[in-house]
């Protein structure tokens, strides 16, 4: 199934199967945030990605699911411009990256590829937000210092500022990158696996912000492993191998064919009380 | 005050604080060195830079001008070639720098004259200081820390996550370039004080040793040039004192120091059977 014509937004005000209201998706320009048109990228020989074509709207939030080295981190690398697409373009708000503010974009990495023995502070993580384009030798005023105490407040984070990063929880390191990635006022706000190795508890505070800010009008793009985290609290999913295999709600995409052509592998999907659910089909026992 | 006796030699006074000024610029420079695991472009730096300063005595160029421009064109070389990619930083510095190094070398086993000087190129000559080569160690720490005190915060993104740092404007090919200039400008500056082979241990160690003290960047930045003095202070005490050389003795006091810390760290991380042995503070 791909159902790239289908329409962008996920619901206007509709309610999510988990009771999670489903922000509104605005379309009153009717240019897209992002767009990828046949884009296509390869680090060498090796091909990430192949023919995308993709839009992002204002105030959606979406996820994109697939296998280890399915291009999802490369297809986030892409729209943040640190991977340039080598056929196709990639437009943000319909023009070339180039000639438009990148710094309306927040980007927030995999903890694992953090250096938690890195001598830094909470705050000092958050205020790196300042630092964009322009900032040479600029040090924080007063206001931005009042904003740097705001994003913290909406993230639970006032007090820790002058913590280690690596002194808190899973939940609550996640919350420090995206406060960073806050603090520029971005109009979309790109997750890689921000729920990696986070217990559950951390996973709720995690979509917590994230649907809080996707609330503000934020959009978010995140990419995830867990198939059913992302049925139960996202109302968009893209199915990523390479090449885009479909797009759509999570009730209409994620189904057994789906699953098989992204994953390559069998998986048992069902439905209950309007959810969906996806377990891995048992290998026969040997004999 | 017997303390005082050394200060009444002029090439104690000079020495003394030559060693304080490049104590704290190398242990300013040296925390992003550590952080940015560029402990190895250090190294390789001071021995290009033998090269350089051999040329310039061949030549009869003064050292800073011709050392400095040697220096210069070898930190652009390793930023140029470990930013190719198909190289990796560390075998762009073992080919540039032990070329340089080679290169000086061969001219040493050419002019077997100078002997002396390149003893002190190698070794430092800190109690050789005039008072115009303080001056212009003083004019470039000043330099050097002025632009990495405007520079710290974009430093610091382009340091702890250069990629992120890059999508958010912050321009991490300026940054490094800027960076390895003020590297080789700072080993300029060290050499003639510290020698070629000392150079690096007086940017590594104030640093590691500050790493144990705090957790926080902006700490690290006071703490690290603060050690750099101390060491640089009492080094050249002790030299003086037990007639030792000087270069040889900052960098062994400073060794010393990170000793200490290692043992007392070692102890407590075995008592308390945590992680590493980095205080809260």
Not at chain 1, 189 to 205: M, N, Q, V, Y
Request: glycine content about 10%; proline content about 4%.
């Amino acid at each position: 199934m791909n159902t790239h014509d289908h329409p962008p937004g996920h619901g206007h005000g509709s309610l999510h199967p988990h009771g999670i209201e489903e922000p509104p998706v605005s379309k009153v320009s009717g240019v897209p945030l992002v767009e990828l048109a046949n884009a296509s990228n390869s680090y060498g020989a090796t091909i990430a990605l192949q023919d995308i074509s993709l839009k992002i709207w204002p105030g959606q939030f979406l996820a994109i699911v697939g296998p280890n080295g399915g291009g999802k981190t490369t297809l986030l690398r892409t729209i943040l411009g640190t991977a340039p697409v080598q056929q196709g373009k990639v437009l943000l708000r319909g023009k070339d990256p180039q000639r438009s503010s990148l710094e309306r974009i927040g980007y927030v990495p995999q903890l694992e590829t953090i250096d938690w023995n890195f001598p830094i502070t909470v705050e000092e993580v958050i205020a790196m937000g300042f630092f964009g384009r322009g900032r040479w030798f600029r040090s924080i005023g007063d206001d931005e210092r009042r904003k740097l105490q705001d994003v913290m407040a909406r993230l639970n984070l006032s007090g820790l500022g002058d913590r280690h990063i690596r002194e808190l929880s899973g939940g609550q390191q996640q919350a420090v990158f995206l406060g960073r990635a806050l603090l520029g006022n971005p109009e979309l706000i790109l997750l890689d696996e921000p729920t990696a190795g986070l217990d559950i508890r951390s996973r709720d505070d995690v979509i917590h912000f994230l649907h809080e800010i996707n609330h503000q009008g934020v959009a978010i793009v995140i990419t995830a492993h867990d198939l059913n985290w992302v049925a139960a609290h996202l109302p968009w999913v893209v199915c990523l191998n390479r090449r885009l295999i479909a797009e759509g709600r999570p009730q209409e995409v994620l189904n057994a064919s789906v699953l098989k052509e992204t994953y390559r592998g069998e998986m048992v999907v069902f439905h209950h009380d309007g959810m969906v659910m996806i377990g891995e089909r048992p290998h026969a026992p040997h004999t | 005050m017997s303390l005082l006796v050394p200060f009444e030699y002029e090439f104690f006074r000079n020495g003394f604080l030559a060693a304080v000024v490049v104590g704290a610029l190398c242990g300013f420079i040296g925390v992003y060195v550590v952080l940015r695991r560029m402990s190895y472009i250090g190294h390789g730096l001071s021995h290009a830079i033998f090269g350089g300063a051999v040329l310039s005595y061949v030549m009869n160029v003064n050292f800073f001008v011709g050392a400095g421009l040697w220096a210069l064109f070898s930190g652009l070389l390793i930023h140029l070639i470990s930013h190719r990619r198909w190289v990796g930083a560390d075998a762009a510095i073992g080919v540039v720098t032990t070329s340089s190094f080679a290169l000086g070398v061969a001219i040493v086993s050419t002019y077997r004259s100078f002997t002396r000087n390149i003893e002190a190129a190698l070794f430092g000559n800190i109690l050789g200081i005039t008072q115009k080569d303080l001056w212009i160690v003083l004019i470039i720490s000043l330099i050097v820390s002025a632009v990495l005190i405007m520079l710290r915060r974009q430093l610091l993104f382009a340091t702890f996550d250069p990629e992120v740092a890059s999508a958010y404007g912050v321009s991490t090919g300026k940054i490094d370039l800027i960076f390895i200039t003020l590297l080789a400008v700072t080993v300029l500056a060290s050499t003639q004080i510290l020698g070629v082979t000392l150079v690096a241990a007086a940017m590594v160690i104030p640093p590691v040793i500050a790493r144990y003290l705090t957790n926080r960047f902006q700490r690290l930045l006071i703490l690290s040039p603060l050690i750099g003095i101390v060491c640089g202070a009492v080094g050249m005490y002790l030299s003086f004192y037990l007639d030792v050389s000087s270069a040889a003795t900052i960098v062994l006091t400073s060794a010393a120091l990170f000793i200490v810390l290692e043992t007392f760290f070692w102890f407590r991380r075995r008592g308390r059977t945590l992680h590493p042995p980095f205080s809260t503070g």
